[in-house]
């Protein structure tokens, strides 16, 4: 039989899926045990018992300074800057997205410049956001919305482009308003489309989110991870980039799970990653 | 599958090998190689080796030195102590919580300068350093900021408990300033001047109040010194062939200080305004003095209670004497058996004794 037509059992499927993850991990603690070899206290590859440590002193034990368990602090706050900030870019998306996608005047008006306005690194306007934003959350979520939302409200706008011509004709037809096709025939074929530009648009986010933490703040993942750079404490960076992986996985499949519990229908096609 | 995950294991340990060899090696060797970063005191660094002083050296002792900038000055320290580097310039106390705190064993071989007003506090519409209070502090968390403010708290009987620290990029201190939220900073120079000469900021206090605390040193790796004493003479020898020519008041000192302003982005009044807040040991002699004075084992045991105060002095660190550093007359703060930071003046004082 040929190789594209033999299906791993479910066992196999697990087990290869789990390959490459345990090849990891080997391969880190091999390169850790030879590095300690050298110095007991080497900081750039811990020991995994080591960073097992320091991921549960962050979690569980009370910091000397502040009395707070960073761990969950730093999380709870990075949190609710990434969802306040894909909340805001959401919004927008669905807004404009359905707004130059369905009115071509908008579309005219508007795409062009979105186009470009998307192009721009946001990393390298810095400096204006914190004159406009200030130093505080707002710059944060303000990095993060104009990070993503240009290229959510480009994806929502040819989601509804992509909605067949016939079924816009047919709602005209039986006398439906503008707005009554938005609300009953756009709105319900473009929102998995958004949900998955809000997937899209998560990759980035953390990226922004990291980014803006880095640059002034008082707590976050991000925060953390660039103060204890300082010192090359890889035993807390480390299990900080499990963690925040851990939780953009779960949020991915979250939204996944949403998307195919509320449109069945769209899902119907054979499934993706 | 238990095949393939052997193979996978051998093909993972093979892919991460070089990651584990990068370790510096502590033997005779002949290529050694340092790095650096931009500040005003180690300038010089990248002027050695592009005046080609470095080579003059390293060839009569018969090895090869690089010399290589890093544009980031963590960076360079953490490449230094993952053991990319022989040696790498840092302050005292950076060398106590990265390199040592990390157990490579590191000795100050050129104590090049102190700053001397090159690091400082700035108040945004406020002119006494008591007004800080209630206050939200831009600063670089865990630097030598952090250090000073602690000992400029002191000072006035406050604590970092009346104020609120912000974890704040250097990169972007001076757009901060320029933020209606930001009403006081701490930061090193050539900030602190662009920072200071804006109309409505103040100066409230700097190192020259805590002089000799802020020490910026050549630190090298100690094993590879000790093996390779010809190392330590190429450096020193070079450093204070510079230093003697940078301090002259001729035309040749002139175009040395010229160049490593250029290097800093800056001119020869900006740069000379900047060795004016740095006090620079132009001769070994001063150095030596300095290293073997009676106030740096009160600096370092200051430096390390302030490190473990803020957990950052090594895992698990028990109290702040769990890293020994020792002193030139054999003396040692902290552990004597972990002495992991060393205040060598050995080679130094041989350039002093024109015996290089």
């Known amino acids: 039989m040929r190789i594209i037509n033999r299906k791993p059992s479910r066992l196999t499927a697990l087990a290869l899926g789990l390959l490459p993850f345990v090849a990891t991990i080997v391969g880190y603690a091999i390169a850790s045990h030879y590095r300690r070899l050298d110095n007991p206290a080497d900081k750039l590859l811990p020991s995994l018992e080591s960073m097992g440590q320091a991921f549960w002193r962050m979690a569980a034990i009370p910091d000397r300074r502040s009395g707070d368990l960073l761990l969950w602090v730093d999380t709870f706050d990075s949190l609710w800057r990434l969802g306040t900030g894909m909340a805001v870019s959401t919004l927008l998306a669905l807004t404009f997205g359905i707004a130059i996608g369905f009115i071509p005047h908008v579309r005219s008006a508007l795409a062009p410049y979105l186009a470009t306005f998307s192009l721009i690194p946001p990393i390298t306007i810095l400096p204006i956001l914190f004159i406009t934003f200030g130093l505080g959350e707002l710059a944060k979520i303000a990095l993060i919305v104009i990070g993503t939302a240009p290229v959510m409200i480009r994806s929502t706008a040819q989601a509804v482009l992509d909605i067949p011509r016939e079924m816009i004709i047919k709602a005209e037809t039986l006398g439906a308003s503008v707005w009554q096709m938005t609300v009953r025939l756009v709105i319900p074929q473009v929102l998995p489309k958004l949900i998955t530009a809000l997937r899209m648009g998560l990759v980035p986010a953390w990226i922004f989110l990291i980014s803006a933490e880095a640059i002034a703040s008082t707590t976050g993942l991000g925060y953390r991870i660039f103060l204890v750079r300082r010192y090359l404490a890889m035993d807390v960076i480390l299990p900080y980039v499990v963690w925040i992986t851990l939780l953009a996985f779960l949020l991915d499949r979250a939204l996944l799970l949403i998307s195919r519990r509320s449109f069945r229908w769209h899902h119907l096609g054979g499934d993706a990653l | ?356």
């Open chain 2, 1 to 356: 599958m238990l095949k393939s995950f052997a193979k996978a294991s051998l093909l993972a340990a093979a892919l991460s090998l070089p990651l584990s060899v990068g370790a510096v090696q502590a033997e005779e060797k002949k290529d050694f190689k340092v790095c650096w970063s931009i500040y005003v005191g180690w300038m010089p660094w990248g002027y050695l080796q592009d005046s080609g002083i470095m080579k003059k050296w390293a060839d009569k002792y018969d090895i090869n030195v690089e010399i290589v900038q890093i544009n980031d000055y963590v960076e360079s320290i953490n490449q230094y102590t993952a053991g990319e580097y022989d040696g790498c310039s840092m302050t005292n106390m950076d060398a106590l919580s990265i390199p040592a705190g990390g157990g490579v064993d590191t000795t100050a071989l050129i104590v090049g300068d102190y700053s001397n007003g090159n690091d400082g506090i700035i108040l945004k519409d406020k002119t006494e350093l008591a007004d800080i209070k209630g206050q939200s502090v831009n600063l670089v968390e865990l630097s030598v900021s952090h250090y000073l403010l602690a000992r400029a708290l002191d000072t006035v009987g406050l604590s970092e408990k009346d104020l609120t620290v912000i974890n704040t990029s250097d990169a972007d201190m001076i757009a901060a300033y320029a933020t209606a939220d930001v009403t006081s900073v701490v930061t090193w120079n050539p900030l602190l001047s662009e920072i200071e000469a804006q109309p409505n900021a103040t100066k409230v206090f700097d190192s020259a109040g805590i002089p000799g605390e802020i020490i910026d040193i050549m630190m090298v790796n100690t094993e590879t010194l000790a093996d390779n004493p010809a190392f330590g003479k190429a450096l020193v020898g070079a450093w204070y062939e510079l230093m003697a020519i940078m301090s002259s008041d001729g035309d040749e000192g002139a175009s040395a200080r010229t160049a490593m302003a250029e290097a800093s982005g800056t001119d020869l009044p900006g740069y000379d305004a900047q060795l004016a807040t740095t006090k620079m040991f132009y001769t070994p002699a001063e150095a030596v003095a300095f290293t073997k004075a009676p106030e740096l084992p009160s600096t370092m045991k200051f430096v390390a209670e302030f490190l473990f105060d803020k957990g950052i002095l090594g895992e698990g660190a028990p109290s702040p004497e769990f890293v020994g550093v020792s002193f030139p007359d054999g003396s040692v703060y902290g552990d004597t058996n972990n002495v992991k930071l060393r205040f060598d003046p050995s080679f130094m004082q041989m350039a002093a004794d024109g015996a290089l």
